[in-house]
C-alpha cells in the first residue's frame, strides 16, 4: 500500500484557505489514476447508497476527512452544477438592484467624500504575506477597492473604535488609518488569528462572535464607532451570521459605521465561486433581507455597487493605483435605544 508521501494524487491541501483557481488546475489536470479512483468510489457509493448519508457513520467516513456529505435536491442547501447553470440569480447583471438600497445618486456622493483620503493611500504592490509591515496590493482576499474605501472611510469618520469580527489583512488598513487620524482604537474579534496581528496595535479577542454578548458591543461601540464584519459568510446552524444579523446588528444602540464583506449585490456571486471553490457563501441574502425597507439603515459605499452604478467616480478613486475589485458594502445603521422595542 502506498503511504500519503508517494501516493500520486495525494493533495496537498493549503493551511491559508481555499486555493487559487490557478492552484485548482494545477492540481486536478488529467490523471488516469484518479479518473480510476473516482470510477471506484461511484461503485462504492453506489453500492451504499441505501445507507448514506443517513447512517451516521457513513457521515463520519466523510467529515473525519474534512468533507459533508448531503444529499441532493430542493430541500438541501448546497446547489448543484446544474441548480448553478439554471439559476435565475444568473439572468441579469443586476439580479439584487433594489433602488431603496442602492440609491446611484447616494453611493456617488460618498465616494466624492471620499475622494482626497483615498489620493493618501499609497501601499506597495507587494508585501510579505506572513510577515507584513503594512498593507500591499498583493494581500488581495482584502483587494483593492475595498482596501482603498476601508482607509479612506476610517480617515473621513475618524472613529473613537473600530471593532473587527474576522481580521487580517484589513487589520493593517485599519491600523494605518487610525495612526493617521492621531487617535482610535482598533479592536479584533477573530478565534484564529494569523500570527502578525499579535505584532500589531489592538485589542485582540480571540474568540468566535457569536460567544460575545450584545451588552459588550454596546458598551464598546459609541456613536459614530465603526462594526467590521468579515467572517465565515455562512448562515447555518449555529454559525455568526445568524448571530449577527438576527442578535446582534438589531440590538445595537448607537449610531454605527457598518462593514460586510464580500457582498457581490447587486449582481450575483461569481459562478467560479461555487463550481471551482465550493464557497456557497449566504451571508449577502440575509444582509439583503436585513436592508430592504430598514428605516434605521442606509447603504454608502458597495464596492461592486460602484463598479456597475458609479463606474468612472471609482476609478477615480482608484486613481490608476490598481484595478477595481472587491466586494465591501458599508451601511450607517441608527442607534435604538432599549425603550424604544
Ligand atoms: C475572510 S477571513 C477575514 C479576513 C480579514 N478581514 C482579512 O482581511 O484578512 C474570515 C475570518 O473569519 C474568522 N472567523 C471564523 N469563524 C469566526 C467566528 N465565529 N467569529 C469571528 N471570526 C471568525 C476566520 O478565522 C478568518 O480569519
Not at 495525494?10 to 488516469?32: D, I, L, Y
Not at 447508497?49 to 444529499?71: C, I, N
Not at 453611493?107 to 506572513?130: K, S
Request: net charge negative.
Amino acid at each position: 500500500m502506498q503511504g500519503p508521501d508517494d501516493d500520486p494524487v495525494a493533495e496537498k491541501v493549503p493551511e491559508s484557505g481555499f486555493p487559487t483557481t490557478a492552484e485548482v488546475v494545477a492540481r486536478w489536470r488529467p490523471n488516469p489514476l484518479v479518473d480510476r479512483l473516482y470510477d471506484d468510489l461511484g461503485r462504492t457509493l453506489d453500492r451504499l447508497r441505501t445507507y448514506l448519508p443517513w447512517d451516521s457513520r457513513g457521515r463520519r467516513v466523510f467529515e473525519d476527512r474534512g468533507l459533508v456529505l448531503v444529499p441532493s435536491g430542493f430541500y438541501y442547501p448546497i446547489p448543484t452544477l446544474e441548480d448553478i447553470e439554471d439559476s435565475w440569480e444568473y439572468r441579469t447583471e443586476m439580479p439584487f438592484l433594489d433602488e431603496t438600497i442602492f440609491d446611484r445618486a447616494l453611493l456617488a456622493a460618498e465616494l466624492e467624500r471620499l475622494m482626497p483620503f483615498a489620493a493618501e493611500f499609497n501601499p506597495p504592490e507587494e508585501g510579505d504575506l506572513d510577515h507584513p509591515a503594512e498593507y500591499a496590493w498583493n494581500m488581495s482576499i482584502f483587494g483593492w477597492s475595498d482596501a482603498i474605501a476601508y482607509y479612506s472611510i476610517l480617515r473621513e469618520r475618524k472613529p473613537r473604535r473600530v471593532i473587527e469580527i474576522g481580521s487580517g489583512f484589513s487589520t493593517l488598513i485599519a491600523t494605518q488609518a487610525m495612526t493617521k487620524n492621531g487617535s482610535g482604537e482598533v479592536i479584533c474579534v477573530e478565534p484564529y488569528p494569523r500570527a502578525f496581528l499579535h505584532d500589531l496595535d489592538i485589542t485582540l479577542v480571540e474568540q468566535p462572535v457569536e460567544v460575545l454578548a450584545v451588552d459588550w458591543f454596546n458598551d464598546n461601540l459609541g456613536p459614530g464607532d465603526v462594526l467590521f464584519i468579515d467572517s465565515t459568510h455562512v448562515v447555518k446552524t449555529g454559525s455568526d451570521c445568524v448571530y449577527l444579523y438576527l442578535k446582534l446588528l438589531p440590538e445595537l444602540r448607537n449610531d454605527l459605521l457598518i462593514h460586510v464583506h464580500d457582498v457581490h449585490a447587486p449582481g450575483a456571486t461569481p459562478k467560479s465561486w461555487l463550481v471551482t471553490h465550493h464557497l456557497y457563501w449566504t451571508e449577502h441574502y440575509l444582509l439583503l433581507a436585513y436592508l430592504i425597507e430598514n428605516p434605521r439603515t442606509r447603504v454608502l459605499y458597495g464596492s461592486v455597487a460602484n463598479a456597475l452604478l458609479n463606474r468612472e467616480l471609482l476609478e477615480e478613486m482608484m486613481g490608476g493605483k490598481t484595478a477595481i475589485g472587491g466586494g465591501s458594502l458599508w451601511f450607517e445603521q441608527a442607534g435604538r435605544e432599549p425603550a424604544e422595542r
